[in-house]
Nanobody, 127 residues
Framework: QVQLVESGGGSVQAGGSLRLSCAASGYTSSSISMAWFRQAPGKEREGVAGLYTGGGNPVYADSVKGRFTISQDNAKNTVYLQMNSLKPEDSAMYYC????????????????????WGQGTQVTVGS
């Protein structure tokens, strides 16, 4: 399994920005699928953004398109989630996930497709 360590959560006011980081280690594949999910209290875990480190276009949930950007630094084995124009409804625990295969676009934001998960980092957006 891939080991994942997240950082970068915190509290901001609506309209603010945060950047989450997810450092991956312990995998043997040259490229892996990675994604960010979030889960608010009482709600199901939902996919936010995903990418394949070997290349291709990232995938975003409709609710974050134009505001969030997922990116990677292959030298650091790290994936980032830049979150701009944050809204109170973005408040949730954010999780990084990884899978050692190239997931299809329709699978990239589906929690059950991932076997490796980080511990989560809290994001709170005040109104």
């Amino acid at each position: 399994q891939v080991q994942l360590v997240e950082s970068g959560g915190g509290s901001v006011q609506a309209g603010g920005s945060l950047r989450l980081s997810c450092a991956a280690s312990g995998y043997t594949s040259s490229s892996i699928s990675m994604a960010w999910f979030r889960q608010a209290p009482g709600k199901e875990r939902e996919g936010v953004a995903g990418l394949y480190t070997g290349g291709g276009n990232p995938v975003y949930a409709d609710s974050v398109k134009g505001r969030f950007t997922i990116s990677q630094d292959n030298a650091k084995n790290t994936v980032y989630l830049q979150m701009n124009s944050l809204k109170p409804e973005d408040s949730a625990m954010y999780y990084c996930a990884a899978e050692e295969k190239h997931l299809l676009v329709g699978e990239s934001l589906t929690p059950r497709e991932y076997n490796s998960w980080g511990q989560g980092t809290q994001v709170t957006v005040g109104s």
